[in-house]
């Protein structure tokens, strides 16, 4: 037990150097107190505890998920990565015993851990987004409605209802997911399709930009650069840029191409001439 009871020579974190720790461009750590522990900053400010080990089953080194700060403060942060280390002395692995809690879990009770330790302000979830996934979670998938017309429809879901396009079997895999793929086993270019869930919204995106009349290819993500660079246009802002992107100012700027308006209104208040000068116009 001599590994467990060792001292970290790193500095020790305190809740308020922890929660003075700024976030920036990239994604940083520091040390904890006990040996292992690390203090994650995200660049949206996110700041999580980990706790990193090794096994002699793993080739590799491992890293398991503590909590989010300040939820899980200084003191409970190095009081879980104690007790994590006792159970890697003993021959457990966090984080095989963690699948294992996952599968025994029910989806309801799933869900409220979900609200407890991740849909939280701390985890620069505002309260709008909260109430509205909490508005879906609740009469869809924890019954939590007196609605008829609700509680009817659920009657008659996936599970219950032959005639539904999602129906599978009792003893289908994808009967696990909320979102599962009804092309699982069929043929897809490219062979046969094993993936028990949807992965992405590439073909309806596909289908929008052939209504919208876009032949060329075009990925979904450039919709963030055409909002980032509207809405530096409107608003000149560029930290209100960032709060509406969820990232940091120098992260923002890259987004956000500026127009070339600046510009022109730039060139047209230096004075080349003493008497009426021309004025430049912007030609898209």
């Known amino acids: ?34 040996p292992g522990l690390e203090f994650w900053v995200a660049p949206l400010g996110t700041k999580t505890w980990y706790f990193q080990y090794r096994t002699k089953a793993k080739k590799y080194q491992q890293r398991k998920k503590i909590g989010n700060y300040p ?5 409970e942060a190095n009081k879980r990565a104690r007790e994590l280390s006792i159970k890697i002395y003993n021959g457990e692995d966090p984080k095989e015993a963690e699948k294992t809690d996952i599968l025994n879990m029910q989806l309801g009770e799933a869900i409220r851990n979900y ?107 450039s919709t963030r650069h055409s909002f980032a660079t509207n809405f530096y246009r409107v608003t000149k802002d560029l930290k209100a840029l960032a709060e509406a992107l969820g990232t940091t100012e120098a992260q923002a700027s890259k987004y956000a191409k500026l127009d070339g308006e600046p510009v022109v209104e730039g060139i047209n208040k230096i004075k080349f001439f003493d008497d009426e000068k021309p004025t430049l116009k912007q030609v898209n």
């Open 1 to 34: 037990m001599k590994e467990v009871n060792k001292k970290s020579k790193a500095k020790k974190l305190t809740d308020a150097i922890c929660r003075d720790l700024p976030r920036l461009d990239k994604r940083y750590f520091k040390p904890g107190d006990y």
């Open 71 to 75: 939820v899980i403060g200084v003191v």
């Open 115 to 221: 609200y407890q330790d991740e849909l939280t302000t701390v985890n620069q979830y505002s309260p709008s987004t909260i109430e509205g996934i909490k508005g879906v979670f609740g009469p869809w998938i924890l019954r939590d409605t007196y609605d008829l017309n609700i509680l009817n429809l659920i009657s008659k879901d996936r599970l219950n209802n032959p005639d539904s396009a999602f129906y599978f079997p009792v003893g289908d895999d994808r009967n696990k997911y909320i979102f599962p793929s009804k092309t699982y086993g069929r043929k897809i270019k490219g062979g046969t399709c094993k993936v028990l869930y949807v992965q992405n919204p590439g073909a309806t995106w596909n289908k929008v930009l052939k209504l919208s009349g876009i032949e060329r290819h075009m990925k979904i993500h």
